[in-house]
């Protein structure tokens, strides 16, 4: 006879196996197949345990049914919607020796929520999800959500891979953790070649086997930027699940489209570029999810609650943080750890993506320069 388990988690070499029924077993991880991790499915077959890997199609749509009910039993069981605010995108913190650093990443989530962040766009481009293991993933992930001031939304992405199947079983394990969303990357659901039907037709069998939770889209540029269409927007929309849109197109003209198309439902979009945050939240943006909130948050915190009553305010911290943007060319991320540091918040530079040892002495100089101006010009702001 063949039984079906879901690995529920992994703590101090003991699997946490949850059976088709709902019914947990404990199992040592010395005893299971190689490559097992939280998130996936085993099969016990006469005495013995497998990955079910990639059986026939028959079978894996069992297993995937079989995972959702189980998932469906757990703690995400509703569709939240999403703050109107912002929504950084988080860093991810290491040691010198390129070892995640989880007592940095505590500074960080304390540096967000001092200067007034309205939530976390965890495990995105910005934390160097394509240079993290599945494992660092979850366990970064995890470690926000347990440490995150409380009521703080948190939305997720982290579909790395190309293979669906496998977005699935690491979306489920993200979706575990609690979060307020679930974030695909517009560029893992079809290739670069292949047309929006394509693209939502991957995107319907994945959240189908997913539990019910809200969902969300990130433009993300790596490998290949897909910006969404009207169209996939308003097909999206209309399915009642989507909250969350991180739009990075830079065009006032197609966000304008993306706003009509999502028009009288519960998705928002969120602007990425600093440069046209204002203009677009006056074209019905819900806020900024964006590169410059890890370095001067606390000046999107005031444009965001001043927009509306205070034009001249608003217009002013706009024309700020939409020049200072340029920063993001001058050797990103490590420079905004090193703006980090210069607030007196240490994380340390070390990054994955980017060598902090070719950190440009120009580049530094700039971000030194950027760090004593936002000082002097938070000091006229707040003043006034």
Not at 40 to 50: P, Q, T
Not at 201 to 224: I, M, Q, W
Request: net charge negative; glycine share 8%.
């Amino acid at each position: 006879m063949k039984e079906l388990f879901y690995v529920d988690r992994i703590e101090s070499g003991i699997a946490v196996l949850a059976d088709d029924a709902g019914d947990d077993i404990a199992v040592s991880l010395g005893l299971l197949p190689a490559g097992t991790r939280e998130g996936c499915v085993l099969v016990r077959e006469n005495g013995l345990w497998r990955l079910d890997g990639f059986a026939a199609s028959k079978i894996k749509t069992e297993l995937l049914n079989r995972q959702s009910s189980l998932l469906n039993k757990g703690a995400v069981t509703m569709i939240k919607n999403i703050p109107d605010g912002q929504y950084p995108t988080m860093l991810t913190t290491y040691n010198d020796d390129g070892s995640v650093d989880f007592d940095a990443l505590g500074r960080l989530l304390g540096w967000y929520s001092d200067r007034g962040v309205t939530g976390l766009f965890a495990i995105c481009q910005s934390s160097e999800i394509f240079f993290l293991s599945f494992e660092e993933r979850l366990a970064i992930l995890r470690y926000v959500m347990e440490h995150k001031p409380a009521g703080m939304p948190i939305v997720a992405s982290g579909n790395v891979e190309d293979d669906l199947d496998r977005q699935i079983e690491e979306a489920r394990a993200f979706i575990s953790t609690g979060i307020d969303a679930y974030v695909f990357i517009s560029n893992r659901l079809a290739g670069e070649d292949e047309s929006d039907d394509v693209l939502l037709s991957n995107l319907k069998y994945v959240t189908d086997r997913l539990p019910d939770t809200a969902f969300g889209f990130y433009e993300c540029p790596h490998p290949y930027k897909r910006v969404l269409s009207p169209y996939v927007i308003k097909n999206i929309a209309s399915w009642g699940n989507f909250k969350f849109i991180k739009d990075t197109c830079s065009d006032l003209g197609l966000i304008k489209q993306k706003l009509d198309a999502a028009h009288g439902t519960g998705l928002k979009i969120f602007n990425a570029n600093c440069a046209t945050l204002l203009d677009s939240m006056k074209l019905g943006c819900a806020g900024f999810s964006g590169i410059m909130s890890n370095f001067m948050p606390e000046l999107f915190t005031e444009l965001l609650r001043v927009w509306k009553t205070d034009d001249e305010r608003a217009r002013m911290i706009q024309d700020y943080v939409g020049f200072a943007s340029l920063a993001e060319g001058c050797h990103y991320n490590v420079n905004a750890k090193y703006y980090i540091n210069l607030t007196g918040t240490p994380v340390g530079l070390t990054s994955r993506s980017t060598d902090k040892n070719k950190f440009p002495s120009a580049d530094k100089v700039i971000t030194e320069e950027m760090f004593r101006s936002t000082e002097r010009f938070k000091k006229l702001l707040f003043q006034s």
